[in-house]
């Protein structure tokens, strides 16, 4: 018997490390690139463990840059695409939170078409819109400007339908306490709904917040300057084909340091997860 | 002075659901008032049409001899108490009860004082730094109680406040809601269906049935003299034992004095008594078939002549009966009810 039990133990234990290790390798060979030097990288017999250029490495990707291909310092990529996830995260939220308020809570015509209309926007991702959307943002002279870069990415379906699956299942006593108290509308949804949906507001957060920092596509069309380049677009750019062209320290630093937002934001966020997950706030 | 009026008040839901077929009330300044009917009478929306929480089709609601049926319901001066409290969940106690009053602009310190005083009363002094979730179900429901009584209102509304606690602590909350009113003299009208409930607590209780008022008086009023069958069968427990009788009589039971035609026959289980007791018009010849003992009384279930309606006889203390056991009840002319088969209201 007992020993079974431990079998059983052992067993997912096993498969989990197994996997742990798949996944974590080649984040560990390209932590341990970014500490060697180009030669040693690029004649194919970079040891296994971290080199003795780490700190050389780092300071030149976060604020000199690799001087032939993106021209500028990884640091000022990072912040533009810090500003650009944050802008989409926190707008995507905003206004899904206010459009599901009011599909949820008032009764206007065309309530059910509008619902439905934003429930189809679901099919509709940038890559299909992107030629009207392009045309649309650079008619507006938005091109190279974080307006550009963000808001045609805001509107979100998914955010709306979350929200509003949320709202359906807080109670309507609330509505009406509310009301029996004076609060009007607005301050029903400022004082009641968001607090309540702060661990959905956290989850979406995460999720957004890492579809706004991998945006690829979007950015590799509205920038142009070098000063707006967001991190995703460097690592690509520093990755010359000429093999000896590249920097393989330097891109490998850049790629540990894009991965280091999203861990950032997910260890951070994770108590009111599981805090979301946990207990009931109704 | 805050009496609530009702005129001819009406609801037709979306749908065209009559919940409400024009009820016409008057409760007094200070009045403790209870709706008591079945599920689906209307009780609810009732309640929620003085509240302003649903709109009124017809007819008016005048509070404080005003007519209310367009204004907002904050600005109506009333204050809720919901069946599932419906306390804000990420809200201290006190922010709470703090909550209608800072909404409404009043001083901070008299804020204060007003929440400290209400959570003394209420003794939930203890928790107001804690979150609802963090409360027994009694302590939410004097919370809940709590933010009514802050905001000094015109009229106390409740919708069935006690049916989410057990009852040992529903017997208790019934007592203070009963003794905070006492002290408050604020008007109130309460929802419930629990007919106890009713009756302990009602200066005027009102007895609803499909959208209707069957009946409006004092507790005692209506459990004396019921002006309909509905009525009749709805206050007491167990209820009154209602037996259709025609023009010819029963067999087994033996009438002096009744009206002329075929009536319906009341007499409630503690007025029937083995031992005849004077001029007793009723006798009654039953075949008992199930005995429930509850201690103080014993309640005998059974059928008359062996094969007629059925019928409960209250008797006192511990009762020797046993199933299959022929017994004779009787009782006086007083205590007996007659009611027209056909409207269903009393003969008197
Ligand atoms: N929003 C609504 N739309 C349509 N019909 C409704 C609505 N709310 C209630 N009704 C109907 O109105 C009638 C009265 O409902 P109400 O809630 O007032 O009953 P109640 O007396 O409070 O019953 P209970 O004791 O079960 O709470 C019911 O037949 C119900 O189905
Ligand atoms: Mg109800």
Known sequence: MV????LIDVLPHL?????????????????????????????????????PHFLENYYRTIFIGTSSSTREPVGNMMLNSLIMALCIAIGKIAISLISAFAVVYFRFPF???AFW?????????????????????????????????????????????LFRQFFMTVPDELVEASKIDGAGPMKFFFDTLVPLSITSVAAMFVVQFIYGWNQYLWPLLITTKDNMQTIVIGIK?????????????????????????????????????????????? | MSDVRLDAVRKVYPGGVEAVKGVSLEIADGQFCVLVGPSGCGKSTLLRMVAGLETISGGTCAIDGKVVNEIEPAERDIAMVFQNYALYPHMSVYDNMAYGLRNRGTPKDEIDARVKEAARILEVEPFLARKPKALSGG???????????????????????????DAKLRIQMRVEIKKLQRALKTTS??????????????????????????????????YEKPQTIFVAGFIGAPPMNLVTVPEAGLPGLTLIERPAGPVVLGIRPEHLHEQPMGPDTLTVEIVVSAVEAVGAETYLYGALHGHGPELIVRVPGRATHAPGQR??????????????????????
Request: charged content about 20%; overall charge positive; glycine content about 4%.
């Open chain 2, 139 to 165: 302590q939410r429901q004097r919370v809940a109680m709590g933010r009514a009584i802050v905001r000094k209102p015109k009229v106390f509304l409740f919708d069935e406040p006690l049916s989410n606690l």
């Open chain 1, 111 to 113: 309530r059910m078409a």
């Open chain 2, 327 to 348: 017994i004779r009840a009787c009782a006086e002319a007083s205590q007996l009810h007659f009611f027209n088969p056909q409207t269903g209201r009393r003969i008197d």
């Open chain 1, 3 to 6: 020993e079974r039990r431990r």
């Open chain 1, 15 to 51: 498969v989990l490390l197994i996997g742990i290790a798949i996944v974590a390798f080649p984040v560990y060979v390209a932590f341990v690139a970014s500490t060697w030097d180009a030669a040693t990288i690029s004649n194919g017999q970079m040891p296994l463990r971290p080199g």
């Open chain 1, 117 to 161: 209309v934003i429930f189809m926007t679901l099919m509709l991702p940038v890559e299909v819109r992107i030629f009207p959307t392009y045309k649309i943002v650079a008619d507006l002279n938005m091109l190279d400007t974080f307006a550009g870069l963000t808001i045609p990415l805001i509107a979100s379906a998914t955010a709306t339908l």
């Open chain 1, 237 to 282: 750019k520093m990755i010359v084909t000429q093999d000896a062209l590249t920097e393989w320290q330097l891109a490998m630093a850049t790629a540990i340091l894009a991965m280091l937002p999203p861990v950032i934001v997910v260890v951070a966020m994770q108590k009111l997860f599981v805090k979301g997950l946990v207990e009931t706030e109704k």
């Open chain 2, 189 to 222: 009208i309460y929802v419930t269906h629990d007919q106890l409930e009713a009756m302990t607590l009602a200066d005027q209780l009102v007895v609803m049935n499909k959208g209707q008022v069957e009946q409006a008086g004092a507790p005692l009023d209506l």
